[in-house]
């Protein structure tokens, strides 16, 4: 970007909210497909939050989904445990690109020196030892494999197993080796993990690294913002000083620069994006984000609740959009309901709708969807948008047919039956 920190270019909370999107791989819609499209989504993004609650499908396929043509579960399992392009891990559970794991090392082994990791490994030092020794000769195990009263008399509790297991994963001695059903199996890092991947960084070159990471994943980001997310990155405790510094480092090498909105908020970006970002600015799509197909006016699109634009409060920054999951809140505390994704048309959360896939009886059903803004509901593409959406998400989840209980603005659910794409 031909500015410095001193000038920084302007851009509009619209720009804002395309930028962000569009580094997400989100904007302007689907850019590649099926298996192909999945990695390029996957190294798009940065990383994909796990879950594994299945309602509609698992949040992490709702997100690759809303990314790429095509996609399939297998997809996603096949970059992970075949070709080992991916991996997971963390205590949020993340995908992550597999040459970003000697920087991850660092992580795990900044989890390892921590006081409650430390006392776990010398209350269970036999458990740990004699964990290591059986994964070492049999390979792959499951947390089941160590249930029964033969195996417990070697292994302890099966609980007790499993939090070890869990620890070993967590500091980095066991790796992902595949699933079972949606149980892990572990196995020694040196057999899942390329040769040339499995070194650790150095703590300079991992903070370097997650410095960066955490712009790129953000999109835009202010200070705090920032800082915030290469906290939990790299596994650091908070530094505002050393912060402070690392960012004026990254500005003055280039690596970051810095843009303003109108109402003189600081922005900070990767320098390599900001031509991106001017293209947006001037109304343009940067080429590498140009969709093949139908965009996000063509076609709505539903993200899943741990959708990392959207979720734990970033849909109100830029947004304007007020989302909680409320999953885990009893019924007689939810506001709106148990599985509630948000509805994005063009740049814009313009509403939420409560999903569930009824696989019986190949139905998709709506208990609940609403709108921001009733007069969305008298646009005409808008409507035709929404339905194309539902029912491109129920056929991918397995499904026939779309059903629609109440609606907000009520006359907004005959106006998607009329469309002739739900019922």
């Known amino acids: 970007m031909p500015r410095t920190a001193v000038t920084p270019l302007m851009v509009s909370v619209r720009t804002v909210r395309r930028f962000i999107l569009g580094c997400q791989g989100l904007w302007p819609g689907r850019r ?5 499209g999945t990695r390029q989504a996957l190294h798009q993004s940065g990383l994909v939050q796990v879950d594994p609650l299945n309602v509609v499908a698992r949040s992490h396929d709702l997100a690759l989904h809303a990314r790429v043509w095509d996609y399939r579960p297998e997809h996603l399992d096949h970059v992970l445990y075949t070709s080992r392009e991916f991996f997971d ?16 090392r660092v992580h795990m082994a ?15 030092m036999q458990l740990l030892t004699a964990l290591r020794e059986d994964i070492s000769s049999r390979g792959a195990v499951a947390s089941r494999d160590y249930a029964g009263p033969r195996r417990r008399s070697r292994f302890r509790s ?13 500091t980095g001695e066991l790796m992902t080796y595949g699933r079972r059903g949606f149980e892990r199996l572990y196995a020694l890092r040196g057999d899942v993990a390329p040769v040339d991947v499995q070194h650790a960084a150095t703590p300079d070159e991992a903070d370097d690294f997650f410095a960066r990471k955490a712009l790129a994943l953000l999109g835009l980001a202010t200070a705090p913002d920032w800082a915030r997310r290469f906290r939990h990155l790299a596994r650091r405790r908070a530094d505002p000083d050393g912060e402070r510094r690392r960012l004026d480092d990254l500005l003055t090498s280039g690596t970051a620069v810095r843009t303003q909105v109108g109402d003189g908020t600081a922005l900070y970006l990767l320098g390599e994006r900001a031509k991106e970002l001017e293209a947006v600015e001037r109304g343009s799509v940067p080429r590498a984000w140009r969709t093949p197909r139908a965009d996000t006016l063509t076609e709505a699109t539903f993200l899943p609740p741990l959708e990392f634009v959207t979720a734990r409060g970033r849909a ?17 505390e939810r506001r709106w309901g148990y599985y509630v994704m948000p509805i994005m048309y063009g740049d814009r959360l313009v509403g939420r709708a409560d999903l569930r896939m009824d696989r ?7 208990p609940h969807l609403w709108l921001e803004r009733a ?3 008298r646009d005409a593409d808008f409507v035709r948008a929404l339905g194309l959406g539902l029912r491109r998400l129920a056929e991918w989840a397995g499904g026939d047919d779309v059903r629609i209980g109440a609606t907000s603005p009520t006359g907004l659910r005959g106006s998607l039956a009329r469309s002739g794409r739900v019922e």
């Open 89 to 104: 891990y963390g205590g949020t559970l993340y995908v992550l690109p597999m040459g970003e794991l000697p920087y991850w």
């Open 360 to 366: 019986a009886a190949r139905t998709l059903i709506v």
């Open 158 to 170: 099966d609980k007790a197993t499993a939090r070890a297991l869990r620890h070993l994963w967590l």
């Open 110 to 124: 900044r989890r390892a020196a921590e006081p409650k990791s430390r006392a776990f490994a010398a209350d269970y």
């Open 375 to 377: 007069a969305t509901a």
């Open 32 to 36: 590649s497909a099926g298996r192909p």
């Open 316 to 332: 109100a920054q830029w947004f304007d959009f007020d989302y909680v999951w409320e999953v885990y809140k009893p019924a007689t």
